[in-house]
């Protein structure tokens, strides 16, 4: 069982973010998933197929860290256990989103395969916790798109745990995992990442 106002609060927090994301141009249509920590054994998460502009708490269901769906007939995302990997390694973690803006998607097919996108001397690298000085570097891991997602929770789960500093990936071709303590730092690391990613691809435009 998992209390129901911690439900709720989870549930309206994801709705904020769907509203705050859609807006931004970030989580076209149904694209997207999004998700926040119950309690040590739950998590909300967007139910499979819902437009992210419209979100409404009956849009958001309740899973294990299993993945599976608990007092609920819904189906969630079938990047679940891209999250719950998330939630099962870092208990402080309170918040995931999964985002598929076109920076991002763009940006993850011009990195070169087995090659990560590194973020260096950017001001705003401080806007992610733990960074404290923009003279450090991101590494951010471009992961090869697949239906395989036991396969890639796996990998993406082996990344972290050998890098917890950093803030989230890429998906070749698909989008943007970041995670945060709360929905707001989340929220705060999608949009640094999003300007971050902006910066890149204007400075691979003009560069000779």
Same mark, same amino acid.
């Not at 918040?95 to 260096?120: D, F, N, Y």
């Given at each position: 069982?998992?209390?129901?106002?911690?439900?709720?609060?989870?549930?309206?927090?994801?709705?904020? !973010? =769907?509203?705050?994301?859609?807006?931004? =141009?970030?989580?076209?249509?149904?694209? *997207?998933?999004?998700?926040?920590?119950?309690? *040590?054994?739950?998590?909300?998460?967007?139910? *499979?197929?819902?437009?992210?502009?419209?979100?409404?708490?009956?849009?958001?269901?309740?899973?294990?860290?299993?993945?599976? &769906?608990?007092? *609920?007939?819904?189906?969630?995302?079938?990047?679940?256990?891209?999250?719950?990997?998330?939630?099962?390694?870092?208990? @402080?973690?309170?918040?995931?989103?999964?985002?598929?803006?076109?920076?991002?998607?763009?940006?993850?097919?011009?990195?070169? !395969?087995?090659?990560?996108? @590194?973020?260096? =001397?950017?001001?705003?690298?401080?806007?992610?916790?733990?960074? @404290?000085?923009?003279?450090?570097?991101?590494?951010?891991?471009?992961?090869?798109?697949?239906?395989?997602?036991?396969?890639?929770?796996?990998?993406?789960?082996?990344?972290?745990?050998?890098?917890?500093?950093? &803030? =989230?990936?890429?998906?070749?071709?698909?989008?943007?995992?970041?995670?945060?303590?709360?929905?707001?730092?989340?929220?705060?690391?999608?949009?640094?990442?999003?300007?971050?990613?902006?910066?890149?691809?204007?400075?691979?435009?003009?560069?000779?």
């Amino acid at each position: 069982m998992f209390d129901v106002t911690r439900y709720a609060t989870a549930a309206q927090s994801i709705v904020d !973010a =769907g509203q705050f994301l859609y807006g931004r =141009g970030w989580s076209p249509a149904t694209s *997207s998933n999004y998700s926040a920590r119950i309690d *040590s054994d739950h998590v909300a998460i967007t139910v *499979s197929g819902r437009h992210k502009g419209q979100l409404t708490a009956a849009d958001v269901m309740v899973v294990d860290l299993d993945g599976r &769906p608990v007092q *609920s007939q819904c189906k969630s995302s079938a990047e679940t256990l891209l999250h719950t990997v998330l939630y099962r390694a870092f208990p @402080e973690v309170g918040a995931v989103l999964h985002t598929h803006s076109v920076k991002a998607t763009v940006l993850s097919r011009l990195i070169a !395969a087995g090659q990560a996108l @590194e973020l260096e =001397g950017y001001e705003l690298q401080k806007a992610f916790s733990g960074v @404290e000085t923009h003279e450090g570097a991101l590494s951010i891991p471009v992961f090869d798109n697949t239906q395989d997602i036991p396969a890639l929770a796996e990998d993406t789960r082996a990344w972290f745990l050998a890098h917890p500093e950093q &803030p =989230g990936y890429l998906i070749r071709g698909h989008g943007l995992y970041t995670w945060g303590k709360t929905m707001a730092d989340c929220l705060r690391h999608v949009e640094a990442f999003e300007f971050l990613f902006e910066c890149e691809l204007e400075t691979m435009r003009v560069r000779p």
